[in-house]
C-alpha cells in the first residue's frame, strides 16, 4: 500500500473518532409562557431560555404570530431580561408582518458585541392587549421561527397564549 493511502486511512479513522467522541449538545428550549389576562386589560408575556450553557449567544431572532382579532401587539421590553445589558447596533428591530385576516407575524431580531448570553432566563417580555370577550378565549402564540447564532446552537420552540380568565366579585348585603 502506497504511503499517501495508509496516511488517508489514518486519517480518516481519526476524523470518525473524534466525531464519535465530540459531545452532542442539546437545543435550547425557547419557551413562550401561558398568561392569563381578564378581558380588555394588557398583560406582559415572557419569552424564556432554556438549556443555555455553554453556548455563547450573542443574537436573536423570533417569529411569533398571534391573531389580531383576539390580541394587540403592544410592545418588547428587555427591562430585567437577559438581553438587558446587550450593547446593540441599531437597537432592536421590531416589526408586525400582517400575514392574513386572522394572523399578524410579529419579528424580532437584535445583535451584540458584549454580554453574551451564558444562562438561562428570561430572554424579553412582549406586552399584549386582549379584546374584550365575554366568553372562554384563548389566544395562540406561536413560535414559527427561532434562531440564535445564526442557527447554532439549534433550539426547540414551546408556543404560549394568552387566555381569558374572569375577575373575582364582591357581594354586599344592604
Known sequence: ?????????????????????????????????????????????????????????????????????LVTFDSLSTTGG??????????????????????????????TTVDTLTADGVLFNLGFTMGTFYVPTLAALTLEHVLLNAGTPATTPVNGSLKITGIDGSISTD
Open 82 to 111: 437577559l438581553l438587558d445589558n446587550w450593547v446593540l447596533n441599531n437597537g432592536f428591530f421590531v416589526s408586525v408582518v400582517v400575514s392574513g385576516p386572522e394572523l399578524d407575524t410579529l419579528k424580532v431580531a437584535g445583535v
Open 1 to 69: 500500500m502506497k504511503p499517501k493511502a495508509i496516511l488517508y486511512i489514518v486519517l480518516c479513522a481519526l476524523a470518525v473518532s473524534l466525531l464519535a467522541t465530540a459531545p452532542v449538545r442539546a437545543a435550547v428550549t425557547v419557551e413562550v409562557a401561558n398568561v392569563n389576562v381578564a378581558s380588555g386589560a394588557s398583560a406582559t408575556v415572557p419569552i424564556s431560555l432554556t438549556g443555555v450553557s455553554p453556548e455563547q449567544i450573542v443574537s436573536v431572532e423570533a417569529f411569533l404570530t398571534y391573531d389580531p382579532l
